[in-house]
């Protein structure tokens, strides 16, 4: 059975930085992209980042390019997000997913940036 966790949000000010993490298990992980998603309230949920499998390419929304960097450790089954210069409108619940796998999804992690 596909299982997501997330873990690392918390409140951080404006300009701060915090690192989220993604474990993932019930399939092979080092063979599919992943991707985080975050949704704001009220809103739709948007695609942040992914990253492939094999060549570890990057891609990223066009809000978050130069901020956010997605990574991946296969050995441990996770994905990262490392989120720098965070601002106010980052504020959402991340999640991350694997497109092989739509249908399953973690319980997020909430990421506040507030003064």
């Known amino acids: 059975q596909v299982q997501l966790v997330e873990s690392g949000g918390g409140l951080v000010q404006p300009g701060g930085s915090l690192r989220l993490s993604c474990t993932a298990s019930g399939f092979t992980f080092s063979s599919y992209t992943m991707n985080w998603y975050r949704q704001a309230p009220g809103k739709e949920r948007e695609l942040v980042a992914a990253?492939?499998?094999?060549?570890?390419?990057?891609n990223y929304a066009s809000s978050v390019k130069g901020r956010f960097t997605i990574s991946r450790d296969n050995a441990k089954n996770t994905v990262y997000l490392q989120m720098n210069s965070l601002k106010p409108e980052d504020t959402a619940v991340y999640y991350c997913?694997?497109?092989?796998?739509?249908?399953?999804w973690g319980q997020g992690t909430q990421v506040t940036v507030s003064s």
């Open positions: 990253i492939t499998s094999a060549s570890g390419r990057t």
């Open positions: 997913n694997a497109p092989a796998f739509a249908g399953y």
